[in-house]
């Protein structure tokens, strides 16, 4: 179509944010308009931003200006568009700016600067059908916001309190994921355990049957698809052992990532974090007996204000009782406008980097134990990739981009989304190599 206007668009952040841009997209592509491969090419640039974390906003800020930069048009939305006052300080030419999950404003304002070719179709395509992801695996969410007052998260500033959409809502859009041919879905929002308490775990109707919108019930319906289903951002509260039947049963991946963030109750304390169980290790004990393949992923922080060396060393212990099979750390940092910046006690900055470089070295030998007790084993394995160098998969123990890859021989005849059996030959740290059945 000649003169088809055509928008560039940078999304920033985690994956909730990434649904949120397929969603634009997708309303955009419905209303005509081409997206664009380059800022070069494009009539308009939009920038979804990412505001947790003071380096995540340097970085949103920094993509905002090379966006201006290289086209001149920018509309600015996400999380740090809660805070436009930072962006307009930085970068006063952008045209607008939306905050969180503001799909209509962001929208209307596109119009403003690029009028739609045409009036939208009369009947619009579903909500993503623009996915940013590879074809055989897509993100669900199920909430938006969060009720948590953790110290050092400003989350529910930018996003809102707790909002679950229904679950009709949700097993609809999951139907269409899998009758696309996708073969994982990646269950996420801010906090999945509290799914449904802002409903008061409402019952609704999906296709003759009622079920109630808390996690247990949409676990149970989704593993009736027939394609993995893997839980993200699983708040640690009594009632996430209601799962692990579920995965014992194979309705949904066994795999918990659940954000502990530390192990120390006076820095649990100090973070305000929920379900602080001092029980936790006798839980994951629990789980594991009643599910030996489990995976466990988890979240820390090191260097919170007031940590100290004994609350290290607590947290240390922990870890290597505990086992964690995967482990992301970061290193504190103030958020503006987050109360732990009002703590005392900082932690000295080569501190906190001596702290996290124990801690990555401690669950190094973990993640390496544990994975080479898989060695000989058979493990199914996911396709993410298929190059003439590479043929890069996953586990069930493994999500896309956080965890590690398991590797299959280069003369292996399988195609992206294909899910094989393999065999596992070796592993390192991270990752394993495996021979398909």
Known sequence: MPNTPTIGFVSLGCPKALVDSERILSRLRAEGYGVAEGYETADLVVVNTCGFLDSARDESLASIGEALAEN???IVTGCLGAEAQVIRERHPQVLAITGPQQYEAVIDAVHEVCSPPHAAFLELP??????LTPAHYAYLKIS??????????????????LVSRPIDEVLEEAHGLADSGVQEILVISQDTSAYGVDRRYEPREFRGAELATRLT???????????????HYVYPYPHVDELIPLMHDGA???????????ASPAVLKAMRRPAADAKTLDRIRSWRESVPELVLRSSFIVGFPGETEEDFAHLLAWLREAQLDRVGCFRYEPVNGAASNELPGAVPTELIDERWNRLMQVQQEISKARLAAKVGRR?????????????????KGDAPEIDGNVYLPVDAIVNPGDIVSATVEHADEYDLWAEPD
Request: hydrophobic content about 40%.
């Open 72 to 74: 001149g048009r920018v």
């Open 379 to 395: 493990v199914d394995v996911i396709v993410d990739s298929v190059t003439p160098d590479a043929i890069v998969g996953r586990s």
């Open 126 to 131: 579903s909500e993503r059908a623009v996915r």
């Open 144 to 161: 938006e916001g969060c009720n948590n007052s953790c110290s050092f998260c400003i989350i529910p500033r930018l996003r809102g309190g």
């Open 217 to 231: 019930d949409l676990g149970k319906a989704l593993g009736e698809l027939g394609v993995w289903i893997r839980l």
């Open 252 to 262: 949904v991946l066994p795999y918990l990532d659940i954000p502990f963030q530390h």
